[in-house]
């Protein structure tokens, strides 16, 4: 018997974005950003684009990239370690970061350039002992909460916090560079809410500013008062969700109406096709029963990588130049499509989602059929799905 070695057979790498791809359409992002830059420009706004959660699941770095070459001023993330992560990418634009919690790197922060949101005295603390610590004063923005209920600091709480932080400033420990809130109801227009948080933000302004304020930047516009509330966007507007094509106010209006393009473009080849009976329940609890012989295609993507699970027998696909709606429950992995008559081959590409140039759904359809917000659709997208940038060079 030969004892020589047989060699192993080669194989091709796999690919994953053959499964499954998020194309992301950076020239798509650059317009959006120039076209949202346009509309504050009369009043002298700059932007800030907000890549928190992974640039709302399209990739922080390439997204931060492609909106500052576009034209924005500012970056903004939730989390110390979305901001850090771009510092660690060679971004060393101005940036912004909001959500902290005790033992957050304050330090790592400080030294990084980051300006750092404070909205309560303990925050401060740790800002001012994580300044000493870094020999450097810090860069902070106080926030106030004029209505929202979230994270700020409320009206009654505002003047120690303002005293505090203008005391810490003059032992040099830090600097105040931003005065901001966030609206609660910006998307819709006309809520009382709207007047009153933006009558409150001008009283907390001018108290701090009476104290000695002296910020770079004052800002409290998002995304849907960006569009619809031109008295709200002071020195810069925050735009998240309307920088990635998606409209914050769909009754108000469609991407197309504000001038943006949707950049992701979600979709999954083909994995099986096969010709079934009648009366054959899919998937789990045989929600769905084929009504008669049919073809069956199934999809490679699941509530895993972010396909919702709501959106079972309701979900929109485009496959074979036609739109069908997912039969019967989403899987963890997988969701099947009853394509009747009309046939498929493995490997054939279903678009869950895009701009609707082909014809294909929108996050807003997939939203509207989970009962939820194309916010959400985009950002749930799971890590399994690559992402792959398109046009990350003007």
Not at 3 to 24: G, H, K, N
């Amino acid at each position: 018997m030969s004892t020589t070695p047989q060699p192993r057979a080669t194989r091709e790498p796999e690919r994953p974005e053959t499964r499954a791809r998020a194309e992301i359409d950076l020239a798509a992002l650059r317009a959006n950003v120039r076209a949202l830059r346009e509309r504050v420009a009369p009043g002298g706004a700059r932007l800030m684009a907000v890549v928190k959660a992974d640039a709302y699941g399209h990739g922080a770095v390439p997204c931060a990239r492609a909106a500052l070459q576009a034209g924005a001023s500012w970056l903004g993330t939730a989390t110390p370690f979305e901001a850090l992560a771009l510092r660690d990418a060679g971004i060393d634009a101005p940036l912004l970061c909001w959500l902290w919690t005790p033992g957050g790197p304050f330090r790592a922060a400080v030294e990084a350039g980051i300006d750092i949101g404070v909205s309560g005295l303990w925050a401060l603390d740790a800002v001012v002992e994580a300044a000493r610590a870094a020999g450097r004063p810090a860069r902070v923005q106080l926030k106030a909460d004029t209505g929202l209920g979230r994270n700020g600091c409320l009206a009654d709480d505002w003047p120690r916090l303002v005293g505090e932080a203008l005391k810490a400033q003059a032992d040099g420990h830090l600097r105040v560079t931003g005065l901001w809130s966030h609206f609660a109801c910006a998307d819709e227009p006309g809520h009382p809410s709207i007047g009153a948080q933006l009558s409150r933000f001008h009283d907390m302004l001018e108290y701090a500013e009476k104290a000695g304020a002296e910020p770079e930047v004052r800002h409290l516009a998002n995304s849907p008062a960006t569009l619809t509330l031109p008295e709200t966007h002071f020195d810069l507007v925050r735009t998240g969700v309307a920088m990635y094509g998606i409209s914050p106010a769909p009754e108000l209006g469609t991407p197309a109406d504000f001038g943006l393009r949707p950049v992701m473009r979600l979709s999954a080849a083909v994995a099986s096709v096969k010709q079934a009976p009648a009366g054959l329940g899919v998937s789990y609890g045989h929600h769905y029963v084929t009504e008669r012989e049919t073809h069956l295609a199934l999809v490679p993507l699941g509530y895993a990588d972010g396909v919702p699970r709501h959106a079972s027998g309701r979900g929109p696909v485009l496959l074979g130049g036609a739109v069908r709606t997912v039969a019967g429950r989403v899987a963890m992995d997988q969701f099947v499509l009853d394509l009747g008559d009309d046939k498929a081959e493995p490997g054939d590409r279903a678009v869950l989602f895009g701009p609707g140039d082909d014809g294909e759904p929108t996050a807003e359809d997939w939203a509207r059929a989970a009962g939820t917000i194309a916010y959400e659709i985009v950002t749930r997208v799971g890590s399994r799905v690559p992402r792959v940038h398109l046009h990350e060079r003007e």
